[in-house]
């Protein structure tokens, strides 16, 4: 039956069959079968998307946490509309480019400079160069997904070779780790780049004992928020633990939607990436920077990182007591903050596991809620408590059924 609901799904994946390596591109790959769950998708609005053969979804996923805000956001995409009709990308320099910087400098305590690029993969590879080029070393350690880009994925045999030996990787819940690093390349690291949702739980102290570890090393700490900035708090989780990187990084949650990001960071060391090759046709696109500005005036002027918090909070808590309440193994966390909830099932065997956690969230789908298996969820503006409320009655319908299915098995 499930099957069924998804006829023009799979009839748009078996034409992409022919036309796109693997149907579809990386982001978009099956939540649990192709058979099984909406792979093609026709439109967003709010928090609800709709998928190709007609079936709402209240959506935790909103594009990997790009939107922010809620798709199709009226104020947003009206101020991005404005710039296409100014012609968005234009030969040269636009003042556009000076206020966004300025926007975004104001909004970090550690920043006096930014950068401006187009996506996450983008900032992280340009924070690096930058780091490298300001401390004369070539070597970086690194805790966390920061892309597709060579350098991230030094052990891809599709990458050039000895990537693995210039890209070191720590434990980042354990801070003797990275000490480890440094003790066996003294001199040689140039930065630690570290995503937040890596430190789990998120402690002040394991966050400062990196930061002082790389300083003490004389190595630059790079912040990548690219999923963190601004729905963790205005000023990111740095203001939330109080920290200093001496960069960041940012891109998702900062334009809803829209795509464009950067580096901001200490004036001594972003003034390196003066003259650096940093250059793509499509970096000074203002129709992306206006979009971003709004978002970052919305963000601020409406409390939406107070209204994440919060709906996570309602739909952590309202998971687990619904777990408790039927003995299910699982747990649900923010990851790393209640704005990006997950619920982790921890079965022991793992076969039981990975049955359950299907079934629970095919069921969901079955009732319109979107949530990802095996990857971190997203609260937007958009959602509404009454949103979490239908979700959570939802799951308690859900995780019924994939328990009765997983005994009859
Ligand atoms: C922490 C972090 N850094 C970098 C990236 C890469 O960003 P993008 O996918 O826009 O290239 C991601 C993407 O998920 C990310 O989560």
């Known amino acids: 039956m499930t099957e069924e609901r998804y006829t023009s799904s799979r009839k748009w994946l078996a034409r992409a069959e022919r036309v796109i390596p693997g149907s579809h591109h990386l982001s978009g790959q099956a ?4 058979a099984r769950s909406p792979m093609y998708f026709e ?9 190709v053969d007609g079936h709402e979804y209240i959506d935790y996923l ?10 199709a956001d009226p104020e947003v995409d009206a101020a991005a509309r404005k710039e296409l009709e100014q012609g968005s990308l ?3 320099n636009r003042p556009q480019h000076v ?9 970090f305590a550690s920043a006096d400079m930014a950068v401006l690029l187009k996506t996450g993969s983008e900032a992280t590879t340009a924070a690096l160069r930058i780091a490298r080029r300001a401390t004369g070393r070539r070597r970086v350690a690194r805790a966390g997904y920061h892309g597709w880009h060579d350098w991230s994925l030094p052990l891809d045999p599709s990458v050039p070779a000895g990537l693995d030996a210039q890209v070191l990787e720590f434990d980042s819940n354990d801070p003797h780790s990275l000490e480890a690093l440094f003790g066996a390349h003294p001199g040689e690291i140039a930065a630690v780049i570290l995503a937040p949702e890596m430190v789990l739980p998120p402690t002040r102290e394991v966050f400062q004992a990196i930061q002082d570890t790389t300083h003490r090393h ?4 790079v912040l990548d928020e690219v999923k963190t900035a601004f729905r963790t708090a205005p000023g990111s989780v740095q203001a939330r633990l109080g920290l200093k990187p001496d960069l960041t990084t940012v891109s998702k949650g900062l334009s809803n939607g829209w795509p464009v990001a950067a580096v901001v960071g200490r004036r001594d060391v972003m003034s390196s990436a003066a003259g650096m090759h940093l250059s793509a046709t499509y970096h ?11 978002t970052l005036r919305i963000v601020e002027e409406r409390g939406v990182a107070d209204h994440v918090w919060a709906l996570g909070e309602r739909l952590i808590d309202g998971l687990n007591a619904i777990v408790r309440e039927l003995d299910v193994p699982a747990v649900s966390f923010g990851e790393p903050f209640p704005p990006m909830p997950f619920l982790k099932f921890n079965a022991p065997n793992p076969e039981t596991n990975g049955a359950l956690r299907t079934a629970f969230f095919e069921a969901m789908l079955v009732r319109g809620v979107l949530m990802h298996p095996r990857h971190m969820w997203f609260i937007s503006y958009a959602h509404q408590a009454a949103d979490i409320d239908t979700t959570l009655e939802h799951a308690r319908g859900a995780m019924k059924v994939a328990l009765e299915q997983c005994r009859a098995a």
């Not at 439109?43 to 998928?51: A, L, M, S, V």
């Not at 909103?62 to 798709?71: E, R």
């Not at 206020?99 to 909004?107: N, S, V």
């Not at 004389?218 to 700490?221: E, P, V, W």
């Open 284 to 294: 000074g696109d203002t129709a992306a920077m206006a979009a971003a500005l709004t």
């Open 62 to 71: 909103m594009a990997f946490g790009a939107f922010l805000l809620g798709y």
């Open 31 to 34: 939540l649990t079968t192709h």
């Open 90 to 92: 234009l030969s040269m």
């Open 43 to 51: 439109r967003g609005r709010g928090c609800r998307i709709t998928d």
């Open 99 to 107: 206020l966004f910087a300025e926007a975004l400098i104001e909004r």
């Open 218 to 221: 004389g190595a630059l700490f």
